[in-house]
Structure formats: C-alpha cells, structure tokens
C-alpha cells in the first residue's frame, strides 16, 4: 500500500514539475546565421591566404555546435581541429573568463592552477587564435584558425573575420 502511495506521490510531484516548466518562455537567444557564419571562416582564410600562410577556419554557434568550416586549399588536415578547439575554447571559456581571445584566456589562467584541468577539457585547445563572436554583449559564437606558424598569426585573421562582419551582427 505504501509502494502505491509513492508512486503517486512522485507522479504528482513529477507532473506538477513538468507543467511549470512547460510554462516558462522559450528562449529569445540571438544567433549567428549560416550566412554570416560562411563570410566569417572565407575572411579568416583569405586574410591568412594573402599573408601567406594555409589555415583552415572554424565558426561555431553558442553552444559549441559547428556552423562553418573553411579549409584553405593548401592547408594541413590537422587545422581543421586545432581550428575547432581555439573556436570551443573561445565560446565556453571566453565568458566564464570575461575574455574575448584565447590569447587573453591564456595569459590569464597560464600561470595559475586552473590551466591544467582547462586545458584537457576534451575539444578545448588554449592556444592563440580563437576569437569570440558577439551580437552586443551577448556571446553568438566564436571563430578559430589554426595552421598559421604561430597562434599570434591565427588570431589576427580570426579578428579580421569578426571585423568584416560586426556591422551585421547588432
């Protein structure tokens, strides 16, 4: 008899739970469109292309997910995951950090106890070259390039991708 009492008890509780929180508002979450997403990696590549160097481009959404990829036709196969894990590291640490860079996220955790457990978070890769992507203040994604020789170089063409398409982005 208790038993029954039970699972009663939890189907109310449960359904309760279930209707509060069907009553709650869907999220009004701006995002990055698959257009924009597409300039962003062919300007990151085409600004490393004119400087010579071969890198692949990585834009993802928000939550991490892969909006765009764009390898350089000479680019080395390995840049299309360094390109996604300063792209990751950009949009789930760059907040939690107040940063925009992965270049400032690490200079700002490379000397204390958090770098070690950060940087084998798995698809995260805490090296220059990843660039969060903003809509105001709110974080829409990120890009990251990796192939050039030095994450510093990345960076730029990362930030110059951003640049082209911030107009857009308000």
Not at 30 to 58: D, F, K, M, N, P
Request: aromatic residues 4%.
């Amino acid at each position: 008899m208790s038993r029954s009492l039970l699972i009663v008890s939890l189907v109310v509780i449960g359904s309760s739970w279930v209707s509060s929180a069907c009553a709650e508002p869907l999220s009004t979450r701006r995002q990055i469109s698959l257009a924009i997403a597409l300039e962003a990696a062919a300007e990151a590549v085409a600004t490393c292309e004119r400087t010579g160097y071969h890198t692949t481009a990585t834009v993802l959404d928000a939550s991490g997910a892969i909006k765009a990829v764009a390898k350089g036709d000479l680019a080395p196969p390995h840049t299309i995951d360094s390109s996604r894990g300063k792209a990751y590291a950009a949009v789930s640490l760059g907040p939690n950090f107040s940063e925009n860079t992965t270049s400032a996220i690490v200079a700002r955790v490379s000397g204390g106890p958090a770098f070690g457990p950060l940087q084998h978070l798995p698809g995260v890769f805490l090296v220059a070259g990843g660039v969060v992507i903003k809509s105001g203040d709110e974080v829409i994604g990120a890009i990251g390039v990796g192939g050039a020789p030095g994450g510093d170089k990345d960076e730029v063409c990362s930030q110059a991708a951003v640049a082209k398409i911030a107009n857009r982005l308000q």
